[in-house]
């Protein structure tokens, strides 16, 4: 299994930019997908969250400003970044728990990575 991130880029302050991660693989179901961001020294942090079943999960830095989305029959989720501050900007990651394998296997996984820079 793997997870592919793309969308990332450079923008400015009040921008916009849409993420999409795919997952690739022997997959028969995934529990959760979501996003992650790391700065330049600080700890990974949750940005947002998406289950099977389409409950969402934000943190609290991105509520109303970012919106999470999935669609189960592609294995992918998106994440559409409005009104971007320089703040934002980090690697942000992609993540699935909970994969499902065609052998019954469950496991988790990180894609490697993509980055939003925002400039002020």
């Known amino acids: 299994v793997q997870l592919q991130a793309s969308g990332g880029g450079f923008v400015q302050a009040g921008g916009s930019l849409r993420l999409s991660c795919a997952a690739s693989g022997s997959i028969v179901s995934i529990n959760v997908m979501g996003w992650y961001r790391q700065a330049p020294g600080d700890q990974r942090e949750l940005v947002a969250t998406?289950?099977?079943?389409?409950?969402?999960n934000y943190a609290d830095s991105v509520k109303g400003r970012f919106t999470i989305s999935r669609d189960n029959a592609k294995n992918t989720i998106y994440l559409q970044m409005n009104s971007l501050k320089p703040e934002d900007t980090a690697v942000y990651y992609c993540n699935a728990l909970g994969v499902v394998s065609t052998t019954g296997s469950r496991s988790n996984y990180w894609g490697r990575g993509t980055l939003v820079t925002v400039s002020s």
């Open positions: 998406i289950t099977s079943i389409d409950i969402t």
